[in-house]
């Protein structure tokens, strides 16, 4: 069994920046891809971030050149760094933990950017 638990989250206003992590519980989180997904209010999840085991990166075109996404072998942990952030950006965060055909998800931490 696995448990991921984000911390980080929180009110800030446009422009500014949060720091998203999650840790994971387990022995598997270095053979493991790890992935931010995000939803807003009445609309679907999206996939914002992912780095692989080997430390690949993507990223939803929205975010390109704001967020960044790395990771922590040794804590077990994965960051989302989002920079500037803009009120489209306000949505329930979730980290995601991908090995083979199983996932793992977070509970979902909140993320609001308003003035």
């Known amino acids: 069994q696995v448990q991921l638990v984000e911390s980080g989250g929180g009110l800030v206003q446009p422009g500014g920046s949060l720091r998203l992590s999650c840790a994971a519980s387990?022995?598997?989180?270095?053979?493991?891809?790890m992935h931010w997904y995000r939803q807003a209010p009445g609309k679907e999840r999206e996939l914002v971030a992912g780095i692989t085991s080997g430390g690949h990166t993507n990223y939803i075109d929205s975010v390109k050149g704001r967020f960044t996404i790395s990771r922590d072998n040794g804590k077990n942990t994965v960051y989302l760094q989002m920079n500037g952030l803009k009120p489209e950006d306000t949505a329930v965060y979730y980290c995601?933990?991908?090995?083979?055909?199983?996932?793992?998800w977070g509970q979902g931490i909140q993320v609001t950017v308003s003035s």
């Open positions: 995601n933990l991908h090995l083979r055909i199983t996932t793992y």
């Open positions: 387990g022995t598997i989180f270095r053979l493991s891809d």
